[in-house]
């Protein structure tokens, strides 16, 4: 076993710094190098996409680089794992065949369906079946969900709650709305209850399950308005205490790696449970094939133990040796978002007030890089992430709310009501 790692880390948003930020910190970790990174200074910039396969092989070999962490989901579902394969490096992140759980809604919802994994009703519907599938929506109750089959950056799913609505949206799906992503649908029951998300290290044998996260995907308060890529998050959940969490190990989790080793899809990285919680059972809205954003912003800071140790032992199949540690504190990340997104928003905005937050909040930029003159300005919708650590949810939620009111930019947006859910139903059980 090497001592002294060199890590490259592919990706540019929140995630990324979070993981960024725990990789920095082991005493395993001798360079580390963020690629295209953004304004954190946990590690240093390359400028180069994290899908140009040639150019990362190339950096791999010139800077003698040990470990390769895949953040975003694009360059699994493009194969980089497989690319990577001949080389003596260690890649955290699931081969092509793998990374279909994420990468085909269709695929996932099969595989599910053959490991007797809990999920909703579904249909799958191409142009030739669409009128099999009008007729499946036809016997559903409202809402209806759509989901476009492949990759639509975070905006490929449908919630509707009118059958004419959902007819129509199936055909502008199939015949391109969101382009090759949804030349094949996924019809969903809809399911009615609480999200949470559930992150699973595996070396395809071993599992090590992570501090469980609630993320908010609405840009209205109230969860109200169209979907975002997520406007805050909080750790730990309380309605996934530990009956539940025992049902998802033994339901879901278990099952899961079962079917991958007897499909024979090797498997090493991180696995994304998007679950929904219905009277008290757990069911798969979706799987991810690696951590998600903003959740990773909350998880993170929450494992007080070395972060490379499990990325090592998820690389060498050696996870069962290592040791998780997870601190008791909650965290709450609150997102700042331009104005406009997820529509239209303007980039190049300068960002004030950091130097006036609490020291111990974190700032994990997302959508924010530094120009020549070393300001960090907007480059993205989702800005910056802020996380507050507290021995409460309360606490921790209302220093993080000060911390977003604090950073400023033009057009600013959060939401002020990140964790007033979970608080809610904590009071309400407090209160039977």
Known sequence: ????????????????????????????????????????????????????????????????????????????????????????VKVIGPGKEGARLEGSKEFAKEFMFRNLIPTARFMTVTGETLDEGISFLESMEPPYVLKADGLAAGKGVLILGNLDEARTALRDMLEGLFGDASNTVVIEQYLSGRECSVFVATDGEDYKILPVAKDYKRIGEGDTGP???????????????????????????????????????????????????????PYVIEYNVRMG?????????????????????????????????????????????????????????VITGLDKVAPDIIKFP?????????????????????????PTIEEAARRAKEAAATVDFDGKYYRRDIADDVLRFAAEQEGK
Do not use: H
């Open 1 to 88: 076993m090497k001592e002294n790692l060199n890590i490259l880390l592919l990706g540019s948003g929140g995630r990324e710094a979070a993981l960024a930020r725990s990789i920095a910190a082991s005493p395993r970790c001798t360079k580390l190098f963020c690629a295209p990174g953004n304004a954190a200074n946990w590690g240093q910039n390359v400028p180069f996409n994290p899908t140009d396969f040639g150019k990362i092989e190339l950096f791999i070999t010139a800077n003698d680089i040990d470990m390769v962490v895949v953040g975003p989901e694009l360059p699994l579902v493009n194969g980089i794992a497989d690319r990577l394969a001949d080389l003596p």
């Open 227 to 281: 979907n975002t890529g997520g406007m805050g998050a909080v750790s730990p959940v309380c309605f996934a205490d530990a009956d539940f969490m025992e049902k998802v190990e033994k339901r879901i989790v278990e099952p899961t790696l079962r079917g991958l080793q007897q499909e024979g899809i090797p498997y090493k990285g991180f696995i994304f449970l998007g679950l929904m919680e219905v009277a008290g059972e």
């Open 366 to 390: 997302a959508g924010a890089v530094r120009d020549a003159e070393g300001n960090v300005i907007t480059s993205g919708g989702r800005v910056m992430a802020l996380t507050a650590m507290a």
């Open 293 to 349: 954003d903003p959740e990773t912003e909350v998880v993170m800071p929450r494992i007080s133990s070395d972060f490379v140790e499990i990325l090592e032992g998820i690389a060498d199949s050696t996870l069962g040796l290592k040791k998780l540690t997870v601190t008791p504190e909650a965290a709450v990340t609150v997102m700042l978002v331009s104005g406009g997104y997820p529509g239209a928003y303007q980039k190049g905005k």
